[in-house]
């Protein structure tokens, strides 16, 4: 494959997924992890690696055996979108939690990229992704409304020209304040929080946070949180697993406290400022909290 104007992205895995659409996602990326794509004649491990035009990439493995059966292929689904913003090159959504991004091993449930399908249908465009959210994370998720956009937006993430907040709820009673610069997978991450309020109950403190994160390393927020030693209530991949059950079986919170809740950046000479209301299910759960007080 070679890198032009038509079928640029600056990043490698953002072109990958872009040329290799019969490919489910973690066979890309473990492609990718295992040294088996080549551009310009060297490994790259590396899913950020930057391209330029007219870059030649190579894949050293048959891919045929990962190829997605017919009855995988990402198939439109209707789904009701809370929309925060709209325009003709992007579209902003409150995502809910609980919600896969794409369809993947043991995926059973709609997921968002079949619900944006079939919205592009109805409204005449195609859907593309240009970043993450985690399953049971809600809030604010950008889509690309064409490939332009998306490159354009892409670009804006990468170079972290965009303000990206949370609300978290963490357990114990951290200080008012602090930026958190532990590196993650050997790469700088910055996180700063503040304190917003602290719970105290008969299952010990919990505070709330406001969230912003400098850089986009996977998990960033839950894995530095948990690094200084207040995980995130309801995280039971890097918190802590017993006192989460019994804060499930208290306030009924079924999964990890994170929202995303604004997004601020320029697009086309433009400041938009999107903003996702808290989810229904944190919102009782800090309702349920403030009664105890």
Do not use: W
């Amino acid at each position: 494959m070679i890198v032009t104007e038509k079928n640029y992205y600056s990043r490698l895995d953002k072109f990958l997924r872009k040329e290799l659409k019969n490919l489910p996602l973690s066979a890309i990326y473990k492609l990718i992890r295992k040294g088996k794509i080549i551009v310009n004649g060297k490994k790259i491990k590396d899913p950020s690696y930057k391209l330029e035009v007219g870059d030649e990439i190579n894949i050293n493995e048959d891919t045929s055996k990962y190829n997605r059966e017919k009855n995988n292929q990402i198939i439109p689904i209707k789904m009701e979108f809370d929309i925060i913003y709209e325009d003709e090159s992007i579209l902003i959504i409150n995502k809910p939690a609980g919600i896969p991004i794409h369809p993947g091993k043991g995926t059973h449930i709609a997921t968002l990229i079949e619900g944006l399908m079939y919205l592009g249908k109805k409204k005449d465009f195609t859907p593309y992704l240009v970043h993450r959210l985690d399953k049971h994370t809600s809030g604010v998720f950008i889509v690309a409304k064409n490939v332009n956009s998306a490159r354009e937006i892409s670009d804006i993430i990468s170079s972290r020209n965009i303000k990206k907040k949370y609300v978290t709820l963490c357990i114990g009673n951290p200080k008012s304040t602090e930026k958190i610069e532990i590196p993650l997978d050997s790469k700088y991450a910055k996180t700063i929080y503040n304190k917003k309020k602290t719970f105290k109950t008969d299952l010990g403190y919990f505070s709330l946070l406001d969230v912003e994160i400098k850089t986009g390393r996977k998990h960033q927020i839950r894995k530095h949180l948990s690094l200084i030693g207040y995980p995130v209530v309801g995280d039971n991949l890097y918190g802590n697993k017993k006192l989460n059950r019994e804060f499930k079986r208290k306030y009924g919170l079924k999964r990890y406290f994170l929202h995303c809740s604004e997004m601020t950046f320029v697009y086309k000479n433009k400041k938009i400022r999107a903003i996702a209301p808290l989810a229904k299910d944190l919102q009782e759960t800090l309702k349920a909290l403030k009664m105890e007080e």
